[in-house]
C-alpha cells in the first residue's frame, strides 16, 4: 500500500495536468512549441522545488512516477543522482521510464554517463527486443557531440546497432533522429530552467 507522502507526491508532481503523458515519448517538444511554452516554466519550477526523499518515493514507482522523476532530475541536472538513474537504466524494469533516464544522462553532460548509457546498449543491443535502445544512442550520440568523444562509434564500427536494428525496428531507427531529438530535449530544458532561476 503506497504511503500518504508518496500518493501526495504523486499527485503533485506526475498527475498534475497529465504531466506524466505530456513527457512520455518527448511530447512536449514534440508536439510544438505551444505545448513546451505551456509545460516548460512548471516543470522547471517543479525540478527545482521537489525533495530527494520525493523524488527516491517515485523512482520506487511504476512507469508514470519514474519517468517523470527522471525528467526532474535530468532539468535540474541532479548529478547525485546518476549512480540511481544508472542503475534503473540497466534494469529497465518498466515500459517507457528509460526515455527520462536517457534524457537526465543526456542532461547531466559527463563522460560518466557516456559510459552508463554505453553498458545499456552493450547490454540491450544484444537482446532481440525494443526497449530504449533509441533513446540510449540518441542521448549518446548527443554526449558524443558535446564532449568530442566516441562512445556510440563503438556500436556503429561493430555492427551491433545494424544488427539490432534491422531485427527490430527496420523502417523507424534513424538514429540521426534520435540525436536530433536529445538535443532538441536538452536546448528545451537549458530554456526554462535559465528562465526560472
Known amino acids: 500500500m503506497a504511503s500518504v507522502e508518496h500518493n501526495d507526491a504523486v499527485e503533485r508532481y506526475v498527475t498534475t495536468e497529465r504531466r506524466h503523458m505530456v513527457l512520455l515519448h518527448a511530447n512536449v517538444v514534440v508536439r510544438g512549441e505551444e505545448m513546451a511554452?505551456?509545460?516548460?516554466?512548471?516543470?522547471?519550477?517543479?525540478?527545482?522545488?521537489?525533495?530527494?526523499?520525493?523524488?527516491?518515493?517515485?523512482?520506487?514507482?511504476?512507469?508514470?512516477?519514474?519517468?517523470?522523476?527522471?525528467?526532474?532530475?535530468?532539468?535540474?541536472?541532479?548529478v547525485r543522482l546518476r549512480g540511481r538513474i544508472g542503475e534503473l537504466?540497466?534494469?529497465?524494469?518498466?515500459?517507457?521510464?528509460?526515455?527520462?533516464?536517457?534524457?537526465?544522462?543526456?542532461?547531466?553532460?559527463g563522460q560518466e554517463d557516456c559510459?552508463?548509457?554505453?553498458?545499456?546498449?552493450d547490454k540491450y543491443l544484444a537482446v532481440d527486443r525494443y526497449y530504449d535502445q533509441?533513446?540510449?544512442?540518441?542521448?549518446?550520440?548527443?554526449?558524443?557531440?558535446?564532449?568530442?568523444?566516441?562512445?556510440?562509434?563503438?556500436?556503429?564500427?561493430?555492427g551491433s546497432w545494424q544488427r539490432w536494428s534491422d531485427k527490430n525496428a527496420p523502417r523507424e531507427v534513424y538514429i540521426g533522429a534520435h540525436h536530433q531529438l536529445m538535443d532538441k530535449l536538452c536546448a528545451f530544458a537549458d530554456q526554462y530552467t535559465r528562465a526560472t532561476a
Open 134 to 158: 533509441t533513446w540510449a544512442m540518441g542521448a549518446l550520440l548527443h554526449l558524443d557531440s558535446r564532449l568530442v568523444t566516441r562512445y556510440a562509434g563503438q556500436f556503429l564500427v561493430s
Open 37 to 78: 511554452a505551456q509545460y516548460g516554466p512548471g516543470l522547471a519550477r517543479d525540478a527545482a522545488a521537489i525533495s530527494d526523499g520525493d523524488l527516491e518515493l517515485l523512482l520506487n514507482g511504476t512507469w508514470r512516477e519514474r519517468l517523470t522523476a527522471a525528467w526532474l532530475v535530468g532539468m535540474d541536472r541532479r
Open 89 to 109: 537504466l540497466l534494469a529497465s524494469e518498466v515500459a517507457h521510464a528509460g526515455q527520462g533516464y536517457c534524457f537526465a544522462l543526456a542532461r547531466f553532460g
Open 115 to 121: 559510459l552508463l548509457l554505453a553498458a545499456y546498449l
